[in-house]
């Protein structure tokens, strides 16, 4: 179950998709904006944040300029929200559709990235709880998936405070400074699936 009793909120019915929702104190999140761009590539090559991740060293400041530019299609569901701590961004999340099969429609992945500085403040929780509630409440998502290195303890604890479970141990999954490195899947399910209203009586 989600640890937050907020209600409900889409990201996708505000203006453009540009407007910030206002988390907690001088903590906001919102879409990518194209000036963002250089702050992002920062942060994803920060050597607290890039070996957690799939990414590699020295990130492409023009190449996260351009993904941003481009209007988001929102009817493919994907949602990439930033996190800033004032002016600050201190995280970045994204839900992604896993690929063109029709038959994994209902399934999407999940991935998520904070600035070291930020850890235990809350940005994590934010920016899953704003992703879970996209999935659950807007777009119907049975399943989201995730990967995880073993031995990132953290991000775990976070993950199964918001309903993900262990599925699978991939063995010498991707290399990562030099060395080949396990890690987890995980994924959850919607923990209350849509239903059709009954009719009055």
């Known amino acids: 179950m989600q640890p937050s009793t907020n209600p409900p909120r889409s990201l ?10 206002r988390i907690a104190e ?3 999140l919102r879409r990518p904006r194209a000036e963002d761009a250089r702050a992002h590539a ?3 090559g920060h050597p607290g944040v890039q070996p957690s991740l799939l990414q590699t060293p020295y990130p492409s400041e023009q190449a996260w300029q351009e993904r941003f530019s481009k209007v988001p299609d929102t009817n493919s569901g994907e ?3 930033l996190a ?3 002016e600050r961004l201190v995280g970045s999340a994204g839900l992604h559709p896993v690929g063109p099969q029709v038959r994994r429609r209902h399934a999407m992945m999940l991935g998520i990235g ?21 999935a659950d409440d807007w777009l119907g998502v049975l399943r989201i998936e995730l990967t995880v290195f073993a031995d990132n303890a953290r991000a775990i604890r976070l993950y199964e405070r918001f309903g993900f479970e262990h599925e699978g141990r991939l063995r010498g999954y991707a290399l990562r400074d030099g060395r080949y490195v396990d890690a987890f899947t995980m994924a959850r399910l919607h923990p209350q699936p849509p239903v059709i209203e009954s009719a009055a009586a």
């Open 12 to 21: 996708d019915d505000r203006p453009s998709g540009r407007s910030a929702v």
């Open 26 to 28: 001088g903590l906001t």
């Open 42 to 44: 920062e942060l994803m």
């Open 79 to 81: 949602l990439v929200l």
């Open 84 to 86: 800033f701590h004032g």
């Open 114 to 134: 904070v600035h070291p500085e930020a850890h235990g403040r809350g940005v994590g929780s934010a920016l899953m709880d704003a992703l879970t509630r996209q």
